[in-house]
Each structure stands twice: as C-alpha cells, then as structure tokens.
C-alpha cells in the first residue's frame, strides 16, 4: 500500500521549533532517498532538505543551519527538526521519495507568525 503520513505541523511564533514526522510505506522508502518539500501560497513547491539512504544530507540555501533531516529505517520514518523559524518559512510540508513519486500525502500545515 502506498503510504505517506506527515505531521507534527502548527502555529508557532518566529524562533520557534517544530519537529515533524513522515511516516512513509515500505515502498516509497526501503532504497530510495528521501525529501521534504514544501509549498506556501501561490508558490510552486519546492525541496527543502534530503536524505540519502546512507544518511547524506542536503538543504535548500534558505533552511541550512536551521533544518535537520533525519531517517529512522526501522520505522520507515522520516523527520525534520526546524528551529530558528521564519514567518517566510509558513506552507504546507510533504514528505516523498527523492526524485518525487507521483504520489503524495496530505501534508502538514505550518504556520510561523506572532
């Protein structure tokens, strides 16, 4: 079954932190990279962090040093710790594989405004 669950978004004010968690089916993630992309208001989504299946890491310029991607293989899960929010951080976030599947998930939201 093809499978991807985000969560772990809100509102949070700027500086603040969220975690958030993809939990992806067996398919999507046993071989292949992963992504999380986002996609805020009359944008195009966009990648903004991957991981490799050895744990190489890459970010969009407008993330590094504030986000962290991370794969947990025994859970088929991924995450992305985000601190240092930005209200220009603000959109819906999905996980997928890298290169992107043509499946998606619901997303979640994040919000970052005082």
């Known amino acids: 079954q093809t499978q991807l669950v985000e969560s772990g978004g809100g509102l949070v004010q700027p500086g603040g932190s969220l975690r958030l968690s993809c939990a992806a089916s067996?398919?999507?993630?046993?071989?292949?990279?992963m992504g999380w992309y986002r996609q805020a208001p009359g944008k195009q989504r966009e990648l903004v962090a991957m991981?490799?299946?050895?744990?190489?890491?890459n970010y969009a310029d407008s993330v590094e040093g504030r986000f962290t991607i991370s794969r947990d293989s025994a859970k088929n899960t991924v995450y992305l710790q985000m601190n240092s929010l930005k209200p220009e951080d603000t959109a819906v976030y999905y996980c997928n594989a890298y290169p992107a599947g043509y499946y998606w998930g619901q997303g979640t939201q994040v919000t970052v405004s005082s």
């Open positions: 067996r398919s999507i993630f046993r071989g292949n990279a």
């Open positions: 991981i490799t299946t050895d744990d190489r890491t």
